[in-house]
């Protein structure tokens, strides 16, 4: 009774169902952008930029059981194609954009073909030295890359539809935003995909896939370049929003701390990435809050952050492996638990059958 | 001509420091299955430790002593606290707990004693020798630095080889189950081992210092170039870490000498993928290849 009720309620398709909360969210991320100030709107940018990035390298460690600590770098790959194209060659924003996403595409699969032989560590150690190295090549060729001051691009003008007055920063929320969307109506669809199944499969048990079919080597490479192309996107986006590419913003730190906001959210959930681009957007202010209220040393201040992330990924490695999402599954599971038993009528046996379906899908959603 | 016999003289020595790094992460992958990512973070701790003792005492030997004491407990304090609640579980977790410790602990550094890097003072003269009237890009400390890292390579070496404490790791490493069964205790002996290695790693740190200065990101290179030397010596070879440690110091010294500074780590990232691609067992394996 209650499942036909769900099915009369929810579409069954994941298109469409995935279309449906994409355009949720966007009518979310609208009425946030109008009630918003503009420091708010920015920062509303950046969690974007963020969740962008978050949501390719969820789906890379979380299914695809890769790890990557380079994703700060192929950010800079995807800043430096916008600046580089807007700023130079005058192209209009949105294919500028898509340039970025083929470019990274491209380095992630350089970097990632190797990804047949780069299991576990080893792709661990090759990732850490690209995100190491790239941002060297700034200073290599300055006349391309600017050396260490980067490039700088015009600020993107809202549409004069939009009335003169329409602030820099919301119209920025609205483009980052916009990408967001994007991304998470296509990675949903894929995470439930045959791909997505494709990516669990060579995750929990190699041999067993490989024997079912899959090309494990090329399932990891396509895993790999998915989430470069979000990182591409996402790089872009941050250029179009700090209207700047410059080295010192795409160092080893960057990288690593993506990696910590995929871990806090909890990997593999796409809400989790959510969770992680907050983090990332409000850790910086709230430690900066706390280091003027304790009046602690600019050392001390300025090192808090990377403090906060190196011990949450220690602590939630050791303690608490499946992040806030699975914190707030639970919570949710057990609402649900309390609720049905209140209701009543339900028999025992659906309810088992339910929390079982709850736990079933840690690595989804 | 002359430029080519400083690169490779100026290879070697930077080479020994990789060598020595790589050491440090192939003694800790035989023992536990883990690279240690945060041997990058803790050679930096204890060469600031060496650092600050210099500065208060005056005296580089006692620093030097000190950061070594340090890497040993620091080493063992890692494996007992953090370490042994990920050995044998899936690799990405102890990959995320290393990197989380080299956040932390270079969060930490940068706290206690700032983001700015510091000059850190040579052991030995770092002006080069005079041969023929033309100065060799190779001196006094270069020459330290190679005979410490034989040493501690032949001493380790001897050690595994002819100790019972030696072959109780290398059992314990090899069979853990086995081994526990005849009596070994097998965790301690890990502990051990990370003890070990955080001690060559940390002199390795020491020895590189002068080179790089000491601040709390100045080591990261160091560290891939190590992982990168490991990776090319097998990963599971301590020999095979001295020669990969040399090998790609010396390719990276090229590099630097004819390409610019700016490219060497792009040129480990090549070196690495390379290898990996055609050797993945490194250019000493005899094992054959992981297949799936």
Known sequence: ???????????????????ALALLAGVALFIASELLSAYDDLQLAS????????????????????ISLGHGALMAVGAYTVTLLVGNEHWALVPALAAAILTTALVGTIVGAAATRLRGPYLAGATLAFAIGLPALADKYPNTFGGANGLIINPPTPPSGLGSSFPLERWEAWIAGAGALVVVFLMRNLTRSGVGRSFRAVRDDEIAASLCGLHVGRVQTLAFVVSAACAGLGGGLLAVVLQLAAPGAFELGLSLSLLTAVVLGGLGSLVGAIWGAAVLVLLPGWSNDLAHSFSLSTNVSNNLPLAVYGLVLIVAMLVWPSGIQGGVRRIIAVARR????????????????STQDQEEQPNES | MTRFIDLTLNGISTGA?????????????????????????MLMITTFIASSVIGSSGSYWLGFAVALVCGLVLGAVVERVLMRRVEGGPPLNAVIVALGLLILLEAGAGMIWGNTPRSFPPAFSIRGYDVGGTTLLFSPNDTFTVLVVVAVAVGLALLFRYTAVGLRMR???????????????????????????AFVGSLAGLLVAPSVFVGPNQFDPILIFGFTAAVLGGLDSPPGAVVGGILLGLALSYVSGYEGASLVTLAALVVLIAVLMIRPGGLFSTRKERRV
């Open chain 1, 338 to 353: 309390i609720l049905r038993r209140r209701i009543g009528g339900t028999p025992e046996k659906l309810d088992k059958h």
């Open chain 1, 47 to 66: 969690g974007s930029y963020y969740f962008v990035v978050l949501a390719g390298l969820t789906v890379l460690t979380g299914l695809s059981g890769q």
């Open chain 2, 171 to 197: 059992a314990s490493a090899l069979a853990p189950e086995v081994a526990r069964l005849l009596g070994v205790r097998v965790g301690r002996m890990f502990t051990l081992g990370w003890a070990l290695a």
């Open chain 2, 17 to 41: 420091v990789y060598a020595a790094v790589a050491l440090a992460l192939v003694m800790i992958w035989r023992a536990t299955r883990i690279v240690n990512f945060a041997q990058g973070g």
């Open chain 1, 1 to 19: 009774m209650n499942a036909a009720l769900a099915r009369l309620r929810a579409p069954q398709s994941t298109l469409l169902r995935s279309l």
